[in-house]
């Protein structure tokens, strides 16, 4: 394991683990967040998006976490393990309310100058609370499949169902 994408449902602890797992393997970490969104929330441009993902991946180790499409393929194809969190519903709306909360009353920046706000939480279209409920299922589904379609061969898909799991995989450095 010295190339890994980390994806799941936004607040399962994704870039927790990446963070963790990439300092484990002496290799960097990239949160895709981190360079999608530039400041006041403005997406980057794909190509450019693609091109600063295409440049990261292109190192003999990495940890890159995030659920974009868009670079999916970059990520995957140079890719040799997939940590998939899969996590309860329940469990992911219960840490992502208390982390949104949290930053929100303490004005941490995320990314870029970017930071959550509590008008998001009244507006479904900006509400990560709303996002990561209803991707929940679209989520599981997608990582389900990923993980048995022969495409993806070449990949070890590692699923953490639980808060246990992660501390056994951050423990061990391998699948």
Known sequence: MRRVSVVGNTGSGKSTLAAGLAARLGVPWLELDSIF???DWTPRPEQEFRAEVDAFTSGGGWVVDGNYS???????RR???VVWFDLPRRTVMRQLAARTLRRMATGAELWNGNKESFRFLLDRNESILHWAWTKHATYRD??????VDPVNAHLTFVRIASR????????????
Do not use: I, K
């Not at 868009?70 to 995957?76: E, K």
């Not at 997608?142 to 993980?147: G, M, V």
């Open 142 to 147: 997608r990582y389900h499949r990923a993980a």
């Open 70 to 76: 868009a670079v999916r393929d970059l990520v995957w």
């Open 164 to 175: 246990a799991d992660a501390e056994s995989l951050l423990s061990a450095g391998a699948p």
């Open 37 to 39: 969104h530039m400041r």
């Open 79 to 81: 890719a040799d393990t």
